[in-house]
């Protein structure tokens, strides 16, 4: 049986599905590509060698926060994976100008959320969503984990302790530990993972919308962003289909313009909307962005972002091919 599948390109959606998946692809090459690396010395050079991925640095955010006190408080700037600062960075300032749209446009972690929840929807024929008041408290969750990461990092650690931790093999090896985070799982690990990757089937984002820390901060950076989505109470006829659509449960369609945290900038109330009636905006402007422009924006903001980190020489580890032969053999050792 044939089965005819029509790509509408004119559709902001695919366009953002194929840069999400695009985005994840490569996340995933990245993976294999520093899977490979690390195996190399593991095995003592039996296997072949590979360049090592930078780009595998955004998965330390943590140590990316401590590497902007360090930033800020001496001038530094972390020459062991100074490609988490710059990702960092880089994403602070697209939540700054473009909202929160890493985590609807290229977060790898919330693109296969997307695809859960989407799952779940066609299994059960709709997502599920907690009692309102729970909700509030759950979405403090985040925001509860960020503060703690902020206190012990950017407020109770001294400059000279950020400095120490940043020189020391446990920041060198961060990144092979995060590859064995997922290499090697634990039990506990897996389980926790299983039962966010459950939820995600019944609530969208589940995690997103609850626990990442890393959001909680995009979106509080989000809110002076000069975008927002705005209605033209004009044209409107209060449908509520954009409310329906909006995978942040925002009640698009009682407000004048959508300035929230939780807002991803994703577009899909645009998207949905009958009526055109709504469109993304620049705060005191009244003409609208077309539609293009945006995703052309955010992914300006990433591309220059990245590279610039690369053209100043922050992007590769200062660490050589002996300081990986001395130090992978002994991962266990030194970060326990
Ligand atoms: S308000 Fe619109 S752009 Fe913002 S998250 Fe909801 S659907 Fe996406
Ligand atoms: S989808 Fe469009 S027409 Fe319907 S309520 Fe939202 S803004 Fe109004």
Redesign the pocket.
Known sequence: MAINVTINWRKTSTWRGLVQWSFLAWILYLGIQFGRFVEHFTSKGVTAYVARPAGVDGFLPIGGLASLKLLVTTGQFDTLHPAALVLLLTFLAMSLLA?KSFC?WLCPVGTLSEGVWKLGRRILGRNFMPWYWLDVVLRGLKYLLLGFFVKIILVDMPSAAVAAFLRAPYWALSDVKMLHFFTRMTLTTLVILVVVTLLSVFIKNAWCRYLCPYGALLGLVSMLSPFK?RRDTRTCIDCGE?TQ????R?S?HTRLS?I?A?????????EVCPRNS?A?SVRGVRRPLPRWAFPVILLSVYIVGVGTGMASGHWESALQYNNYQQLIPLIDRFAP
């Open positions: 909202k609807s989505i954009c659509t909006c995978p942040s925002i698009v959508v929230n939780e807002c991803t900038g994703c577009l899909s109330c645009v709504l993304m």
